[in-house]
């Protein structure tokens, strides 16, 4: 497990509370509206190298989804994209075993 996962999973209720290292920042410029976009943190340009300060070049994931004032950024260590990507497969393969049953 890497340094830093910090996770919560209330198995009565589904519920998994992943606890990012890294802070969430709230951008007014959007993106695309409705939509979320994941991306690797690859760009070199300088704005970019300056918003990432220390943490290092292509070492992790960026999430960002839409909001009503704007985009909430999300950047995730390549650990904690690992366990959200497993939950929401884990999730999506639930609600289709419970649709098959009904």
């Known amino acids: ?6 996770l919560s999973y209330d198995e009565d209720e589904g519920i998994l509370w992943l606890h990012p290292l890294f802070g969430s920042k ?3 410029e959007s993106i695309e509206k409705h939509s979320i976009v994941c991306t690797i943190d690859d760009c070199d340009c300088e704005d970019c190298e300056k918003k990432r300060g220390p943490i290092g070049f292509l070492s992790s994931i960026l999430l960002y ?19 959200l990507g497993n ?10 075993a419970i649709q098959e049953e009904m």
């Not at 497990?1 to 910090?6: F, I, P, S």
């Not at 909001?67 to 690992?82: D, F, H, K, V, Y």
């Open 1 to 6: 497990m890497e340094r830093g996962l910090m």
């Open 65 to 83: 989804v839409p909001t009503e004032i704007g985009m909430a950024i999300q950047r995730l260590t390549p650990s904690e994209a690992r366990t």
């Open 87 to 96: 939950s929401l497969i884990s999730y999506a393969n639930d609600i289709d």
């Open 26 to 28: 709230l951008s007014k």
